[in-house]
């Protein structure tokens, strides 16, 4: 090696990793422009699904309450509830054949974290029950989400 090769140095600019602000305001504004696009798409299916689940819960509580009357003739009243269906009434009628309890689970809230409306004899059935769910603002009427579900035997 000759001296000259030994003085000679490399001169190397130093290496800058990130990012610019510039790069970093884009990122952030095309994110938020794709969340305010996304985001009332994917809320408005949270409604539509709680929609879904609250008349798939009424079907399980029909099949239910429709097994009890098999058995036991009757459905139960309205005093004795929907409880009837997981645990034998003590109340008038009781119940001479129960085989219960005819759901495996709790007795569900509706999916606004309400119990469902049970009537029997029902209003619009006078010979079965009525069955009912106010929807998401709990008042009655309304539309979409907001819209009653009634099921009725």
Known sequence: MNAIQRHRRVVVPPVRWGFT???LLVVIIVLGLLAGLVAPQIFGRV???KVTTART????????????RLDNGIY?????GLVALRVKPTRE????????????????????????QYRAPGIRNATGYDLATPG????????????DLVGQS
Do not use: H, V
């Open 136 to 147: 998401r603002d709990g008042a009655e009427g309304g539309t979409g989400e907001d819209a």
């Open 57 to 68: 819960q009424m079907t399980l509580l029909g099949t239910a309450l429709d097994s009890y």
């Open 21 to 23: 602000l510039l790069e």
């Open 93 to 116: 009628p009781i119940p001479s054949n129960w085989k219960g309890p005819y759901l495996r689970k709790d007795i569900p809230l509706d999916p606004w974290d309400r119990p469902y």
């Open 47 to 49: 409604g539509e699904a």
């Open 76 to 80: 139960p009243t309205s005093e004795q």
